[in-house]
């Protein structure tokens, strides 16, 4: 069995990193503050072709395997959770989607410019009212002629307030339940679809989160994402990928807390010697290191098993679960490791603790995670 990763795969991860630190951490903790998105940013990765690194050349993508992108995700979020988490639902859930269930005419029109950044991707699909219970949704659209009339209220829509490409799921047939669901690629400007203000959230600030309100939209046929009925499958797919890049986010978090408690903790001098040589600081790094190596290999596992086309369900979950509890397990003890400085604001490690909470909440939450495994295991 071979862990080492290609020559291909370091280059990138070497690419992101000097990229993450020339553009990402100068403005880490202003776009946080003012829970701004960096247009700016995201047109440099567009020029670097970072938003469509695992998609086809000839759908304008880079044609990379899809860890190749988890560790670009990985490198970002080790700088910006953020920005890690929208480059994630941009490529790994809209233009993944788009690629796997996609006709022809809709990967011209649609995925090629998200493969080259020209707009975001967002994924619409929890409810007020229906978050990991996605069968109590009630958005409904109803064939009228040539087009689907979509209404309903959509909420907690990463990429809300920026996208630019929606991929929104809602009912065609509520009466048929699992197989009632269907997906639709609705662009931006589409009349009587509406994004909200952007939540003012704990972490993950310059994400961009909202509600997405449909009234009487219309979107015309061909916009339907595959067969009507398929939605809620396509759901689950997206979800494998988006928990991989999770999974990947939280690995980025906590490679960031590690590098930050050693360089502190050999900085820091109490009682006449770095603090590094106390035990039960040296204990706290060997643990976040330790954990840091599993989570790793967990995501890159599950991104390996899709490249080879295998499936990966669980493995996008055990990733998502074990990875994510131990980012907030461990951005924590950074914390703790820097006291006082660690709770201000504008500490790094006050930031990845905020960051990494969510981790453990969207995509699924831990809870749901150890349904998923439970349920592979046991069947």
């Not at 704990?202 to 067969?227: A, H, I, W, Y």
Request: include cysteine.
């Amino acid at each position: 069995m071979d862990f080492k990763l290609t020559e291909e795969q370091e280059l990138i991860r070497k690419n992101m990193r000097e990229f993450a630190e020339k553009y990402v951490d100068p403005i880490a903790v202003e776009i946080d503050e003012n829970s701004r998105h960096p247009a700016e940013l995201f047109q440099k990765l567009a020029e670097g072709d970072w938003l469509g690194m695992p998609i086809p050349v000839e759908y304008g993508g880079a044609g990379a395997d899809y860890l190749t992108h988890v560790i670009a995700v990985e490198e970002l979020s080790r700088s910006c959770a953020s920005t890690g988490f929208t480059v994630s639902i941009h490529v790994g859930i809209a233009a993944m989607l788009i690629l796997l269930f996609g006709n022809e005419q809709q990967k011209q029109k649609y995925l090629i410019p998200l493969a080259k950044g020209q707009n975001l991707g967002a994924f619409v699909l929890t409810e007020p009212g229906a978050g990991t219970d996605i069968m109590a949704a009630t958005t409904t659209a109803v064939l009228d002629g040539n087009d689907y009339v979509l209404n309903g209220t959509k909420t907690f829509t990463s990429n809300g307030p920026t996208g630019g490409t929606y991929l929104v799921f809602a009912w065609t047939d509520k009466a048929a339940g699992r197989k009632g669901m269907s997906a639709f690629i609705i662009p931006r400007d589409t009349p009587g679809m509406k994004a909200g203000e952007h939540f003012n959230k704990m972490g993950l600030r310059s994400s961009q989160t909202s509600e997405m309100v449909f009234k009487d939209c219309r979107t015309p046929r061909e916009n339907l994402l595959g067969k009507e009925g398929a939605g809620l499958a396509m759901a689950m797919t997206g979800f494998d990928h988006g928990r991989t890049g999770i999974a990947a986010q939280s690995v980025g978090i906590l490679q960031a807390a590690l590098d930050e408690s050693i360089r502190y903790s050999k900085e820091r001098v109490q009682f006449g010697a770095p603090i590094a040589r106390q035990q039960a600081i040296s204990w706290m790094i060997a643990d976040m290191a330790t954990d840091l190596a599993a989570a790793r290999f967990l995501t890159y596992h599950a991104a390996w098993l899709k490249d080879q086309q295998q499936p990966f369900s669980k493995e996008a979950s055990m990733a998502k679960l074990f990875a994510s509890e131990a980012a907030m397990r461990h951005t924590i003890k950074a914390v703790q490791i820097q006291g006082g400085y660690g709770y201000c604001k504008g500490a790094k490690v006050e930031r990845l603790m905020r960051d990494a909470k969510i981790t453990e909440i969207y995509e699924g939450t831990s809870e749901a995670q150890r349904m998923i495994i439970s349920g592979n295991v046991l069947r």
